[in-house]
Protein backbone atom coordinates (compact mmCIF):
# COMPACT_ATOMS: atom_id res chain seq x y z
CA UNK A 1 0.00 0.00 0.00
CA UNK A 2 3.13 2.31 0.87
CA UNK A 3 4.24 1.98 -2.47
CA UNK A 4 0.89 2.60 -4.27
CA UNK A 5 0.40 5.61 -2.44
CA UNK A 6 3.66 7.17 -3.04
CA UNK A 7 3.81 6.28 -6.88
CA UNK A 8 0.11 7.55 -7.08
CA UNK A 9 1.52 11.05 -5.58
CA UNK A 10 4.47 11.03 -8.02
CA UNK A 11 2.12 10.29 -11.30
CA UNK A 12 0.19 13.02 -10.37
CA UNK A 13 2.92 15.92 -11.41
CA UNK A 14 2.72 13.54 -15.14
CA UNK A 15 0.40 15.12 -17.65
CA UNK A 16 -1.19 11.66 -18.50
CA UNK A 17 -2.68 12.11 -14.94
CA UNK A 18 -4.21 15.64 -15.58
CA UNK A 19 -7.48 13.61 -17.07
CA UNK A 20 -8.05 12.31 -13.83
CA UNK A 21 -7.19 15.38 -11.71
CA UNK A 22 -8.50 18.62 -13.40
CA UNK A 23 -11.92 17.23 -13.60
CA UNK A 24 -12.47 16.55 -10.00
CA UNK A 25 -10.35 19.83 -8.92
CA UNK A 26 -13.06 21.74 -11.06
CA UNK A 27 -16.30 20.13 -9.76
CA UNK A 28 -14.74 20.42 -5.84
CA UNK A 29 -14.11 24.08 -6.78
CA UNK A 30 -17.88 24.77 -8.62
CA UNK A 31 -19.09 23.13 -5.08
CA UNK A 32 -16.93 25.94 -2.90
CA UNK A 33 -14.29 23.01 -1.90
CA UNK A 34 -17.27 22.93 0.88
CA UNK A 35 -16.01 19.24 2.95
CA UNK A 36 -18.92 17.23 2.00
CA UNK A 37 -18.78 17.43 -1.83
CA UNK A 38 -14.79 17.00 -1.60
CA UNK A 39 -15.24 14.09 0.51
CA UNK A 40 -17.86 12.81 -1.82
CA UNK A 41 -15.39 13.11 -4.54
CA UNK A 42 -12.60 11.11 -2.89
CA UNK A 43 -14.99 8.29 -2.08
CA UNK A 44 -16.28 8.21 -5.48
CA UNK A 45 -12.48 8.55 -7.25
CA UNK A 46 -11.97 5.31 -4.83
CA UNK A 47 -14.67 3.32 -6.66
CA UNK A 48 -14.12 4.47 -10.04
CA UNK A 49 -10.63 3.15 -9.36
CA UNK A 50 -11.55 -0.33 -8.22
CA UNK A 51 -13.71 -0.24 -11.35
CA UNK A 52 -11.40 0.71 -13.35
CA UNK A 53 -8.66 -2.12 -11.94
CA UNK A 54 -11.64 -4.88 -12.58
CA UNK A 55 -12.04 -3.70 -16.10
CA UNK A 56 -15.89 -4.21 -16.02
CA UNK A 57 -16.89 -1.27 -17.54
CA UNK A 58 -15.01 1.56 -19.80
CA UNK A 59 -16.44 4.57 -21.25
CA UNK A 60 -15.75 4.77 -24.79
CA UNK A 61 -17.13 6.29 -27.99
CA UNK A 62 -20.55 8.32 -27.63
CA UNK A 63 -21.31 7.15 -24.02
CA UNK A 64 -18.26 9.02 -23.39
CA UNK A 65 -19.06 12.23 -24.88
CA UNK A 66 -22.65 11.80 -23.27
CA UNK A 67 -20.91 11.94 -19.62
CA UNK A 68 -18.79 14.30 -20.60
CA UNK A 69 -21.49 16.75 -21.66
CA UNK A 70 -23.63 15.53 -18.69
CA UNK A 71 -20.92 16.86 -16.22
CA UNK A 72 -20.29 20.47 -18.21
CA UNK A 73 -23.92 20.93 -17.52
CA UNK A 74 -23.51 20.10 -13.84
CA UNK A 75 -20.29 21.86 -13.32
CA UNK A 76 -21.55 25.13 -14.79
CA UNK A 77 -24.58 24.94 -12.65
CA UNK A 78 -23.22 24.37 -9.51
CA UNK A 79 -20.72 26.97 -10.08
CA UNK A 80 -23.69 29.17 -10.88
CA UNK A 81 -25.96 28.38 -8.42
CA UNK A 82 -24.19 30.88 -5.93
CA UNK A 83 -24.99 33.78 -8.11
CA UNK A 84 -28.21 32.36 -9.28
CA UNK A 85 -31.59 32.70 -7.47
CA UNK A 86 -33.45 30.10 -9.81
CA UNK A 87 -30.78 27.27 -8.99
CA UNK A 88 -31.03 27.68 -5.35
CA UNK A 89 -31.71 23.98 -4.64
CA UNK A 90 -27.92 23.49 -6.18
CA UNK A 91 -26.75 25.36 -3.20
CA UNK A 92 -26.53 23.21 -0.39
CA UNK A 93 -24.60 19.48 0.12
CA UNK A 94 -27.30 17.15 -0.52
CA UNK A 95 -27.44 18.19 -4.41
CA UNK A 96 -23.86 19.69 -4.63
CA UNK A 97 -22.10 16.51 -3.19
CA UNK A 98 -23.63 13.56 -5.28
CA UNK A 99 -22.60 16.14 -8.18
CA UNK A 100 -18.82 16.13 -7.21
CA UNK A 101 -18.85 12.17 -6.73
CA UNK A 102 -20.79 12.14 -9.98
CA UNK A 103 -18.59 13.77 -12.16
CA UNK A 104 -15.48 12.40 -10.16
CA UNK A 105 -16.76 8.95 -10.83
CA UNK A 106 -16.86 9.64 -14.56
CA UNK A 107 -13.61 10.91 -14.50
CA UNK A 108 -12.26 8.25 -13.50
CA UNK A 109 -13.70 6.41 -16.52
CA UNK A 110 -12.57 9.02 -18.78
CA UNK A 111 -8.99 8.64 -17.64
CA UNK A 112 -5.86 6.58 -19.35
CA UNK A 113 -3.28 5.93 -16.52
CA UNK A 114 0.04 5.77 -17.23
CA UNK A 115 1.11 2.40 -16.14
CA UNK A 116 4.25 2.09 -13.23
CA UNK A 117 5.17 -0.58 -11.68
CA UNK A 118 2.83 -0.80 -8.46
CA UNK A 119 0.13 0.55 -10.56
CA UNK A 120 0.93 -2.28 -13.14
CA UNK A 121 1.38 -5.03 -10.81
CA UNK A 122 -2.17 -4.19 -9.34
CA UNK A 123 -4.40 -3.92 -12.50
CA UNK A 124 -3.04 -7.23 -13.51
CA UNK A 125 -3.60 -9.14 -10.24
CA UNK A 126 -6.87 -7.58 -9.89
CA UNK A 127 -7.96 -9.70 -13.26
CA UNK A 128 -7.60 -13.32 -11.22
CA UNK A 129 -8.72 -11.54 -8.16
CA UNK A 130 -9.75 -7.90 -7.04
CA UNK A 131 -10.86 -8.42 -3.93
CA UNK A 132 -7.04 -8.57 -2.75
CA UNK A 133 -6.31 -5.44 -5.00
CA UNK A 134 -8.70 -3.52 -2.94
CA UNK A 135 -6.55 -2.15 -0.50
CA UNK A 136 -3.51 -1.25 -2.69
CA UNK A 137 -5.95 0.37 -5.55
CA UNK A 138 -7.47 2.29 -2.65
CA UNK A 139 -4.04 3.21 -1.66
CA UNK A 140 -3.45 4.56 -5.25
CA UNK A 141 -6.43 6.18 -5.97
CA UNK A 142 -6.18 8.52 -2.43
CA UNK A 143 -2.62 9.56 -3.60
CA UNK A 144 -3.72 10.67 -6.68
CA UNK A 145 -6.11 12.69 -5.02
CA UNK A 146 -4.06 14.37 -3.11
CA UNK A 147 -3.76 17.99 -5.52
CA UNK A 148 -7.57 17.70 -4.78
CA UNK A 149 -7.48 17.88 -1.10
CA UNK A 150 -4.36 20.69 -1.35
CA UNK A 151 -6.49 23.02 -3.77
CA UNK A 152 -9.37 22.36 -1.44
CA UNK A 153 -7.79 22.92 1.56
CA UNK A 154 -6.32 25.95 0.23
CA UNK A 155 -9.50 27.28 -0.75
CA UNK A 156 -11.14 27.13 2.68
CA UNK A 157 -7.97 28.74 4.34
CA UNK A 158 -8.05 31.64 1.78
CA UNK A 159 -12.20 32.28 2.74
CA UNK A 160 -15.55 32.48 1.16
CA UNK A 161 -14.73 35.04 -1.26
CA UNK A 162 -12.02 33.32 -3.04
CA UNK A 163 -14.32 30.35 -3.12
CA UNK A 164 -16.66 31.94 -5.21
CA UNK A 165 -14.04 33.12 -7.59
CA UNK A 166 -12.81 29.70 -7.32
CA UNK A 167 -16.29 28.27 -8.33
CA UNK A 168 -16.70 30.59 -11.74
CA UNK A 169 -13.13 30.29 -12.92
CA UNK A 170 -14.02 26.05 -12.44
CA UNK A 171 -16.75 26.51 -14.55
CA UNK A 172 -14.81 28.15 -17.09
CA UNK A 173 -12.25 25.58 -16.84
CA UNK A 174 -14.79 22.64 -16.84
CA UNK A 175 -16.41 23.83 -19.95
CA UNK A 176 -12.98 23.71 -22.03
CA UNK A 177 -11.24 20.89 -20.37
CA UNK A 178 -14.35 18.70 -20.16
CA UNK A 179 -16.37 20.13 -23.05
CA UNK A 180 -13.37 18.98 -25.11
CA UNK A 181 -14.79 15.57 -24.26
CA UNK A 182 -17.96 16.24 -24.62
CA UNK A 183 -17.26 17.09 -28.29
CA UNK A 184 -15.02 13.71 -28.85
CA UNK A 185 -11.71 14.68 -28.41
CA UNK A 186 -10.85 12.32 -25.58
CA UNK A 187 -8.56 10.42 -27.94
CA UNK A 188 -6.87 13.53 -29.09
CA UNK A 189 -6.47 15.05 -25.29
CA UNK A 190 -5.14 11.22 -23.99
CA UNK A 191 -2.59 11.09 -27.28
CA UNK A 192 -1.64 14.59 -26.36
CA UNK A 193 -1.46 14.08 -22.68
CA UNK A 194 0.79 10.98 -23.02
CA UNK A 195 3.06 12.32 -25.33
CA UNK A 196 4.02 15.17 -23.01
CA UNK A 197 4.60 12.65 -19.84
CA UNK A 198 6.73 11.17 -22.12
CA UNK A 199 8.67 13.75 -23.69
Not at 148 to 176: C, D, E, F, K, T
Request: hydrophobic fraction near 60%.
Amino acid sequence: MPGAFAEAIRATVQPCTFLLIIPIVVVVLATGARWRPTVAAVGATIVGGLLLASNWFILDGWQLQVSAGVAVAAIVAVAAAPFDDRLISLRNDRVAAPVAAGVSLLATMWWRPCVGEELGAILTDAQTGLAGQIPGMTAYMVGSMLPVLIVALAVNVVGPVARQRAAVGSGVVGLVVVGALAVGRHDSVVVTLTKWTLN
